[in-house]
């Protein structure tokens, strides 16, 4: 399995700012995931990053308020822009790994509370 | 479209037996993957149990096992000798081959009382 770290775990944030919340995994994968988890909701997935491309959004997310950057296969990073209320959710990590890659991985969350 | 669906918004069960969480997804693919992941408070996603659509036989991990039932369109989740650390937020996924998108159900919050 994958060993994924997430920063920062836990921020409270000013309505207007932004911030950029890190993924580092323990070895080399091709795909990783974005996804969102608003509370008491499911998992909404915002994005893929494949090093070397532009970040694929999936519907109802756009790269100018959620920035991806994915500059070598072993990090990735989510900048959630001009943060407001409705932006207060748990953001997660999650890369393709194991035998064959046919299991999904997740890094422990970054819960950002937008005040 | 693909949809998973949990029914079940929260369970409870006894400390040492046993309980079944249930899921079906809605797809037009024939090969494809499902998961039970746990969300435990601490938040951390962890995988429970992986089956493929192409395997018929159901997929066993320790005390957790599932019912897969694939003309019928439905993953259940059975645990058996619930202990209290079974407690948590279950997730129910599904994947088309290439793992190029996950869809989860809503979730199952699972209570275990000693």
């Known amino acids: 399995s994958a060993v994924i770290s997430q920063k920062p775990s836990r921020d409270i944030c000013q309505r207007g700012t932004s911030l950029t919340i890190q993924c580092q995994v323990d070895?080399?994968?091709?795909?990783m995931f974005w996804y969102r988890q608003q509370p008491g909701q499911s998992l909404t997935l915002i994005a893929t990053a494949n090093q070397g491309s532009e970040a694929t959004y999936e519907s109802g997310f756009v790269i100018d308020k959620f920035p991806i950057s994915r500059p070598n296969l072993t990090f990735s990073t989510l900048t959630v822009s001009n943060m407001s209320p409705e932006d207060s959710s748990i953001y997660l990590c999650?890369?393709?790994?194991?035998?064959?890659?046919?299991?999904?991985?997740f890094g422990e969350g970054s819960w950002l509370t937008v005040v | 479209a693909q949809t998973v669906t949990q029914s079940q918004p929260e369970m409870s069960v006894q400390e040492a037996e046993t309980v079944t969480l249930s899921c079906t997804y809605d797809?037009?693919?024939?090969?494809?993957?499902l998961f039970w992941y746990k969300q435990p408070p601490s938040r951390q996603m962890i995988l429970v149990i992986r089956?493929?659509?192409?395997?018929?036989q159901n997929a066993t991990e320790n005390r957790f096992s599932v019912n897969f039932q694939k003309a019928a369109k439905s993953f259940s989740l059975k645990i058996s000798d619930s202990q209290l650390g079974d407690a948590a937020m279950y997730f129910c996924?599904?994947?088309?081959?290439?793992?190029?998108?996950?869809?989860f159900g809503s979730g199952t919050k699972l209570n275990v009382k000693p």
């Open positions: 797809t037009s693919e024939s090969d494809y993957y």
């Open positions: 089956q493929e659509a192409y395997k018929q």
């Open positions: 999650s890369v393709q790994s194991g035998r064959s890659g046919n299991t999904i991985y």
């Open positions: 996924a599904y994947s088309i081959y290439n793992f190029n998108k996950f869809y």
């Open positions: 070895s080399q994968v091709t795909m």
